[in-house]
């Protein structure tokens, strides 16, 4: 005959059984009457639930890099392919369960994570705004091109000569006094500039080109 679970609730990774001596201790340290010590618990126990379903959406490279026990790890996966939702809302409650049972570590580690994704690290921000800079000094400075080749002679000269003078020829406007348009070579040159200063590699735009007209831009030397 199996025996009855015990009723209680789980404080930084341990389970507290109701009217344990460590329930007790744990009432007496919250200010208030036992009400209160219940309402506060209950606040702690929807915090970690929220925390889990943002969980959902963390971006794979943040959530490999957690280190996620393996029961919370799959909870997680399994949640994100329920699409029914009474099912989903059990597998939340299995998911803020888990939560529950995690240690301070692992919720602070979960939170840095989100907030990576949802702010970009430090390193990050800078190595975009670094590239939005080159990017617009490129397009609009002749001699910013010179200084580009000289810190990174490894870029495929042709390309960027080609990818410059397409996104002049988008930025003119159609009509005088309207705004400059930005087309697709303005992004792929953001892509090219960015992936050499963060030395990352892949394909721009997924290995779609970039169409270029052929025609020359008046004073652009194309002896290269």
């Keep these: 005959m ?9 404080v930084r990774g341990q389970f507290v059984a109701e009217g344990s001596e460590l329930d007790l201790q744990l ?6 009457t036992e009400g209160d010590s219940r309402t506060d618990l209950k606040k702690e126990s929807d915090a970690l639930q929220d925390l889990g379903l943002e969980l959902l959406t963390l971006r794979a490279d943040l ?3 957690l280190g996620l026990d393996d029961k919370l790890k799959e909870a997680v996966l ?3 392919r329920i699409t029914n939702f009474e099912g989903k809302r059990r597998q939340m409650q299995f998911i803020g369960k888990l939560m529950r049972k995690q240690e301070d570590e692992m919720i602070d580690a979960i939170r840095a994570a989100l907030d990576e994704q949802r702010n970009g690290s430090a390193k990050e921000n800078l190595a975009l705004h670094h590239a939005e800079t080159w990017r617009n000094d490129l ?8 200084d580009w080749l000289a810190e990174h002679p490894d870029t495929d000269t042709q390309q960027l000569r080609a990818l410059i003078r397409q996104a ?11 705004a400059p348009r930005h087309g697709r070579a303005y992004r792929e040159i953001f892509q090219l500039v960015r992936q050499h200063l963060v030395g990352t590699d892949g394909a ?5 080109p970039v169409q270029i007209d052929s025609e020359d831009d008046e004073g ?4 290269k």
């Design 220 to 223: 652009e030397d194309n002896s």
């Design 27 to 32: 009432k007496a340290e919250l200010k208030g």
């Design 63 to 65: 959530f490999n890099r």
């Design 168 to 178: 002049r020829k988008d930025a003119k406007p159609e009509q005088p006094g309207a």
């Design 204 to 208: 721009l735009n997924n290995g779609e």
């Design 2 to 10: 199996s025996r009855k679970p015990k009723k209680g609730y789980f």
């Design 78 to 80: 399994e949640a994100r």
């Design 139 to 146: 397009i609009t400075d002749d001699q910013r091109l010179a």
